[in-house]
């Protein structure tokens, strides 16, 4: 997920530049404004056409597909491919556009007895309640200076988490300070606190009746308390004080990895996969190309899932000598890219 802030700068095409994160770095790609929304394009073979901040923006995606089109073939953008999909729960594919099924990790919201007593493990129930036992208070925080010290205290940790080097380690106040400040009007934070210390936050941006959790961190010094857990609980809590239909946390399932523990990790604390339509619009002969050869989303996907498997392991065994300090727990998890 790229939560960011526009920045009106002019490039050489005459489009305006808008500020984009991608696994942790700012960088700035070429933006043009169509029909309300902000459309950025990166890549440099195949340069993507996508929303900006997709996933959090509120109303229909792209409300008219072909007026849309139209407009972005005009733009100076000079995309190869337009890349959106549908919201949930709209998920029956109603365009006639090359599509294929992604996936959302989602927590359906009837109420929180309803998520607590029938999508909760027991085990998940008693990692809240041992947090709660533990000493863990976890409450809405105000987004000032001193939070934003306590989450750069938390980034600040450990350089690994998950086996990966950690994108957020090492940034400044005023970096952290500006990444968390985006979508403050529909935002909420909730900070996890031991002895008035901040040890993890949960920050969720609402979209019409969906919250998207956007950050979810602990850290790794108290996940014996399991404040994750706790976090997530009072974040059920709050959406359906709200009347919040849908609790949404990245993907359930990436490359295929069923088995790994961020999945796992989801699936103890009553998430679901929930599949939705993505669908790839070639604009250039150079985009259909890669639609028809499978290559719209980059020479990775052509990796088999095994292999993609072996990798990470070897990436993370490379990075436990490298770095071996503390590393993440089980209630530790990854986050989506902002």
């Given amino acids: 997920m790229n939560l960011t802030n526009s920045v009106k700068m002019t490039s050489p095409m005459k489009a305006e530049l808008a500020e984009i994160r991608i696994a942790g770095k700012t960088i700035y790609v070429p933006s043009a404004e169509i029909c309300g929304r902000t459309v950025v394009v990166t890549g440099n073979w195949l340069r993507r056409a996508t929303i900006k901040d997709e996933d959090v923006v509120e109303g229909d995606i792209v409300e008219n597909p072909q007026r849309f089109l139209d407009e972005l073939k005009r733009s100076p953008l000079q995309a190869d491919i337009f890349i959106f999909s549908q919201k949930i729960p709209d998920v029956t594919p109603k365009y006639s556009y090359p599509f294929e099924w992604d996936n959302w990790a989602g927590i359906p919201i009837t109420s929180y007895n309803d998520w607590w007593e029938k999508r909760l493990p027991q085990e998940s129930r008693r990692n ?35 086996g990966r080097r950690f994108w957020h380690f090492g940034k400044d106040f005023e970096t952290v300070k500006m990444e968390n400040v985006t979508y403050l009007d529909r935002s909420d934070f909730l900070g996890a606190y031991f002895n008035d210390e901040l040890i993890g936050f949960i920050k969720i941006i609402y979209a019409d009746r969906i919250a998207t959790l956007s950050q979810i961190i602990s ?28 609790l949404l946390y990245t993907k359930f399932v990436y490359d295929e990895n069923r088995s790994s523990p961020l999945t796992e990790f989801k ?20 985009g259909a190309l890669a639609v028809k050869l499978g290559i719209y989303k980059g020479f990775r996907r052509l990796i088999p899932p095994p292999i993609l498997v072996s990798l990470r392991s070897l990436r993370s065994r490379i990075y436990q000598i490298q770095y071996p300090a503390k590393e993440s727990s089980q209630d530790a998890v990854k986050e989506p890219n902002i």
């Fill in 219 to 246: 850290k790794i010094e108290h996940q014996d308390k399991r404040p994750t857990n706790a976090l997530l609980a009072k974040a059920l809590e709050v959406c359906d004080k709200k009347g919040v239909k849908f």
């Fill in 267 to 286: 699936r103890r604390n009553g998430f679901e996969e929930m599949l939705y339509p993505r669908y790839f619009v070639p604009l250039t002969a150079k």
């Fill in 128 to 162: 809240v309640r041992r947090a709660a036992k533990r000493g863990v208070i976890v409450r809405p925080a105000v987004f000032d200076d001193e939070f934003v010290k306590g989450i750069q205290g938390i980034y600040n940790e450990a350089p690994v988490r998950q």
